[in-house]
């Protein structure tokens, strides 16, 4: 699956394509041995903004692991990007520590910058730049030579499908395409951490999946740890490893979603779609939850699943999905015991 150069635009092969096949530079900083596997060592970590009394953040103690994909759940407002700008060096902590490969984050000014891609929610350096010269621009700054950084924009425009739109000014570009830029720039250079706030936000459901498969492929072709934080626990669940929940600035639980989940009651979730003037018959007793007109959420112990199918009327049901317990579940599980 070999990639060629053609007419000036890069193309692969069979039309799929691998990171190892295009010409994206590696990233020229080494990075720092981590014996013990630590990308990021977060301890006791407390923020409260000035004028204000509750903290943003409250006591996070937080490890994140090499080559790993850590998701951070939480509502608007429950710290999620207070707690990554710090991760960051934006946002200088009340109280704490935080330790990314070893070296405390605050000691050097370009650390950060030199081993982490961040993505943040509303980049306004971008906003006088088009996309191609935000994408050479960034290479460059990160010590590329004018012809890497010109293959390096190049290639990211392939990856995220915005070749048509190398020349158009970020203002002009929509909320979505504007999002996909502020990921290509995170990459550039193949940093060995991307932290991304929000990466779907604005999507359509193309450009999700496009983000899902990208990210997976670079953490499964380069080793890249990725740290993303969201409020859509579906979305979440598509690509994670590990996930730490946050309610309220404190972080309630951190895990893989398997392990999680068996603290949260083990009832299969079935839900049911249905036109609302013919709704279905269920047995008398079932633990059933109007969501909407039209769609319920039905609670059912393993043994009752099985009489509960065979029982639907599916001239009535338009469609229906049966599972366990979900990112969502353990999330309103968790906030629930504050």
């Given at each position: 699956m070999g990639g060629r150069m053609a007419n000036g635009e890069w193309r692969m092969a069979n039309g799929g394509w691998r990171f190892?096949?295009?010409p994206i530079c590696e990233w020229r900083f080494a990075i720092c041995d981590c014996a013990d596997g630590v990308v990021y060592d977060v301890r006791g970590l407390v923020k409260?903004?000035?004028?204000?009394?509750?903290?943003?953040?409250?006591?996070?103690?937080?490890?994140?692991?090499?080559?790993?994909?850590?998701?951070?759940?939480?509502?608007n407002g429950a710290g999620k990007s207070t707690l990554v700008r710090q991760m960051v060096n934006l946002l200088r902590p009340t109280f704490g520590s935080i330790e990314l490969f070893g070296q405390p984050v605050g000691q050097d000014p370009l650390y950060v910058p030199l081993h982490v891609g961040y993505m943040p929610q509303e980049p306004h350096a971008l906003n006088n730049l088009s996309v191609g010269e935000a994408l050479f621009f960034t290479a460059h700054l990160r010590e590329m030579s004018r012809a890497e950084a010109g293959r390096e924009?190049?290639?990211?425009?392939?990856?995220?499908?915005?070749?048509?739109?190398?020349?158009?000014?970020?203002?002009?570009?929509?909320g979505g395409q504007r999002r996909l830029l502020r990921l290509a720039v995170a990459m550039v250079g193949s940093p060995?951490?991307?932290?991304?706030?929000?990466?779907?936000?604005?999507?359509?459901?193309?450009?999700?999946?496009l983000v899902w498969d990208v990210?997976?492929?670079?953490?499964?072709?380069?080793?890249?740890?990725?740290?993303?934080?969201?409020?859509?626990?579906?979305?979440?669940?598509?690509i994670i490893q590990r996930v730490g929940i946050m309610h309220d600035g404190r972080l309630v639980a951190v895990g893989q979603p398997g392990e999680l989940k068996q603290h949260v009651d083990?009832?299969?979730?079935?839900?049911?779609?249905?036109?609302?003037?013919?709704?279905?018959?269920?047995?008398?007793?079932?633990?059933?939850?109007?969501?909407?007109?039209?769609?319920?959420?039905?609670?059912?112990?393993?043994?009752?699943?099985?009489?509960?199918?065979?029982?639907?009327?599916?001239?009535?049901?338009?469609d229906f999905r049966l599972q366990s317990?979900?990112?969502?579940?353990?999330?309103?599980h968790y906030a629930a015991q504050l």
């Amino acid at each position: 699956m070999g990639g060629r150069m053609a007419n000036g635009e890069w193309r692969m092969a069979n039309g799929g394509w691998r990171f190892a096949d295009l010409p994206i530079c590696e990233w020229r900083f080494a990075i720092c041995d981590c014996a013990d596997g630590v990308v990021y060592d977060v301890r006791g970590l407390v923020k409260v903004y000035p004028g204000q009394t509750r903290p943003a953040n409250q006591a996070i103690t937080l490890q994140v692991y090499q080559g790993e994909i850590f998701g951070m759940l939480g509502e608007n407002g429950a710290g999620k990007s207070t707690l990554v700008r710090q991760m960051v060096n934006l946002l200088r902590p009340t109280f704490g520590s935080i330790e990314l490969f070893g070296q405390p984050v605050g000691q050097d000014p370009l650390y950060v910058p030199l081993h982490v891609g961040y993505m943040p929610q509303e980049p306004h350096a971008l906003n006088n730049l088009s996309v191609g010269e935000a994408l050479f621009f960034t290479a460059h700054l990160r010590e590329m030579s004018r012809a890497e950084a010109g293959r390096e924009r190049d290639a990211l425009l392939h990856v995220w499908q915005m070749q048509e739109l190398r020349h158009r000014y970020s203002p002009r570009l929509s909320g979505g395409q504007r999002r996909l830029l502020r990921l290509a720039v995170a990459m550039v250079g193949s940093p060995p951490v991307l932290i991304l706030d929000e990466p779907t936000n604005d999507l359509d459901p193309q450009r999700r999946r496009l983000v899902w498969d990208v990210l997976r492929r670079l953490n499964h072709e380069r080793g890249t740890t990725i740290i993303f934080i969201t409020h859509d626990a579906i979305e979440a669940e598509k690509i994670i490893q590990r996930v730490g929940i946050m309610h309220d600035g404190r972080l309630v639980a951190v895990g893989q979603p398997g392990e999680l989940k068996q603290h949260v009651d083990q009832k299969l979730r079935l839900e049911l779609f249905f036109s609302p003037e013919a709704p279905p018959g269920l047995p008398p007793g079932t633990n059933c939850r109007p969501l909407e007109p039209g769609r319920w959420l039905v609670f059912l112990e393993r043994d009752q699943v099985m009489a509960v199918l065979n029982g639907l009327n599916l001239e009535r049901i338009e469609d229906f999905r049966l599972q366990s317990a979900t990112l969502e579940d353990l999330y309103l599980h968790y906030a629930a015991q504050l």
